[in-house]
């Protein structure tokens, strides 16, 4: 059983144990979240799709870690021959769930 989920602007396919990265939440570590923009749950060939959203479909999770790190994102900025060079470095945070249900 698996559902697309719309979590804070961006859809992800969970399923039951996953763990995922998502966009930083408000919940601290240990708590419980419950997603209600649902928009597709599969449930052992039975498909429902939402139009937006599937009418009582809800995902649950547990909120792992409430400040994780991505991946080092750097940008490098250079205009040739006027000896201009720049470099930003970027860690987004976010926050590891972990999915306990699908109803």
Not at 4 to 32: H, M
Not at 37 to 47: E, I, M, N, S, T
Not at 72 to 86: D, E, S, T
């Amino acid at each position: 059983m698996y559902a697309i989920v719309d979590i804070a602007g961006q859809q992800f396919k969970v399923e039951a144990g996953n763990e995922i990265f998502v966009q930083r939440l408000p919940q601290a570590n240990g708590e419980s979240v419950e997603f209600t923009k649902v928009l597709l749950v599969d449930a052992d060939g039975a498909v429902k799709v939402g139009a937006p959203y599937v009418d009582g479909a809800v995902v649950r999770a547990t909120v792992l870690d409430d400040n994780a790190k991505a991946d080092k994102v750097l940008v490098f900025k250079k205009i040739r021959r006027k000896g201009f060079q720049k470099l930003n470095g970027h860690r987004q945070k976010l926050s590891k769930i972990q999915i306990n249900e699908i109803a």
